[in-house]
């Protein structure tokens, strides 16, 4: 079957580092998104991958490793503001989005 | 700006009165999908349609179901919403099927059924 593997919560202090984790079983694969949802909110976008390696977009970075099935979301100088659910959905070969449940994000002041 | 809206943001519905939420985009987008999202959970793709064709997921309950009548406008019915159905439903749209591009959500509408 085709599952998205990410954690449930964790929580960082406001102005660190905190990497999001994401290991994927899809039936082929066309790519990796994730999302930032706010509580009560609709997903918004923030980075797709196909290729191996680190994609850096501000604070933000996304990397992939197709041969580990494996991403992680990477967020530096973390804001209030950060704290938020990132859901990680992976392409399947059908070019279906297969969604992880999200990593709910808690910063501390 | 171009956008996807949902309407109502809320709403509320007695269990087995019917309701019917709509999704409007101004993106021009051909494919456009109804999700459903329960607390903590991952969204669940309940139907797309790439431009009026109509495909519905395997496990989609027959107490859905959605019509498009044109580019910019997709509705989702509920027909007799059980308490189960108390949901977010999340409206999304991409410019095309069988693509990598992104799909854009709409702010949700939060289904409460009393």
């Known amino acids: 079957g085709q599952n998205i593997d990410q954690p449930t919560e964790m929580t960082a202090t406001e102005g660190a580092i905190v990497q999001i984790n994401c290991t994927y079983q899809?039936?082929?694969?066309?790519?990796l998104f994730w999302y930032q949802q706010h509580a009560g909110e609709a997903p918004t976008f923030l980075s797709y991958?196909?290729l191996d390696g680190l994609e850096e977009k501000g604070r933000f970075s996304s990397f992939l490793s197709r041969s580990k099935g494996y991403s992680y979301l990477l967020l530096k100088e973390l804001q209030m503001k950060d704290s938020a659910s990132y859901l990680c959905a992976a392409l399947d070969s059908n070019y279906q989005l297969i969604w992880g449940a999200g990593t709910k994000l808690i910063i501390k002041p | 700006d171009a956008m996807v809206i949902q309407n109502p943001r809320y709403q509320v519905t007695q269990f087995g009165k019917p309701v019917t939420l709509s999704c409007s985009q101004t993106?021009?987008?051909?494919?456009m999908y109804w999700y459903q999202q329960k607390s903590s959970q991952a969204p669940k793709l309940l139907f797309h349609?790439?431009?009026?064709?109509?495909?519905n997921e395997a496990d989609t309950p027959d107490n859905f179901q959605s019509r498009r009548p044109n580019t910019s406008f997709c509705f989702l019915d509920i027909r007799s919403p059980g308490l189960g159905d108390a949901a977010m439903y999340l409206c999304?749209?991409?410019?095309?099927?069988?693509?990598?591009?992104?799909?854009?959500f709409g702010p949700g509408t939060r289904l409460t059924v009393l």
């Open positions: 349609y790439y431009d009026k064709d109509f495909n």
């Open positions: 991958n196909v």
């Open positions: 899809t039936s082929g694969f066309n790519g």
């Open positions: 999304a749209t991409s410019r095309a099927q069988g693509s990598t591009d992104t799909q854009y």
């Open positions: 993106l021009n987008h051909n494919v």
